[in-house]
């Protein structure tokens, strides 16, 4: 079985700051995992996904996220954050022996200017 | 720009009465997923098709609810009767089907369906 838990349900950068979102996940076998960005009122957008090539992967609008087998983690991250940025982001796990995908609770993230 | 769409974008409706949620999936796409978002519990995925078919609709309870999708360009989400706790955001999301299975892939969601159950 998968799940994923993300830390901070809100966080809160100024604009320009390193954002940090964290994820953990857990599965019996090896994972897929997805982070995907949701603005108001709009449904959710793929930023990146793992799926068992290089372990850092790069995403869109400059997110980048490493899988990290030995601490079951998928953080994403981006250097320098945009007022754009301000919006709900969830991560995401599957596997290739199932056909459940399972989404964190998601976190929201603030952009102060 | 290929999207997928979703209708109605909002509902409101009484206890008791059938709503149904239709989703154009983008074309050439052969899965089809929904998804139910609240507050309480997030998101959570209710059914999926490939290529029509269902693949797994163990998330969706299945004494009100019905997935369908009677052709490939069109997918059907029905409740009935509804309740007022089936009242959250439905989206429906596409994905091309590529080699790796459905696990693997990218989903391109809709703008969801606003339903209101009072």
């Known amino acids: 079985a998968q799940s994923v838990t993300q830390l901070g349900s809100h966080v809160s950068v100024s604009e320009g700051a390193l954002v940090l979102l964290r994820c953990n996940y857990s599965?019996?076998?090896?994972?897929?995992l997805f982070w995907y960005v949701q603005y108001p009122n709009q449904g959710l957008q793929l930023l990146l996904k793992y799926t068992s090539a290089a372990t850092l992967v790069k995403g869109i609008n400059g997110f980048e996220a490493e899988f990290k087998k030995s601490e079951t983690s998928f953080h994403l991250t981006k250097p320098s954050a945009h007022m754009s940025d301000a919006a709900e982001y969830f991560c995401a796990v599957s596997s290739n022996t199932g056909n459940q995908f399972y989404f964190g609770t998601g976190t929201s993230l603030t952009v102060i200017p | 720009d290929a999207r997928v769409t979703q209708t109605p974008r909002h509902k409101v409706t009484e206890m008791g009465q059938e709503v149904t949620m239709r989703c154009q999936p983008i074309?050439?796409?052969?899965?089809v997923f929904w998804y139910r978002q609240t507050m309480m519990q997030g998101l959570e995925l209710l059914a999926y098709f490939r290529n029509r078919a269902p693949l797994d609709d163990s998330g969706m309870p299945k004494d009100r609810f019905s997935a369908e999708m009677p052709d490939a360009t069109l997918a059907t989400l029905k409740i009935q009767p509804s309740e007022p706790r089936d009242s959250a955001v439905y989206f429906c999301a596409s994905g091309p089907g590529l080699a790796g299975g459905p696990s693997t892939d990218t989903q391109y969601f809709g703008p969801g369906t606003r339903l209101t159950v009072l």
């Open positions: 599965s019996s076998v090896p994972p897929y």
């Open positions: 074309l050439g796409h052969n899965t």
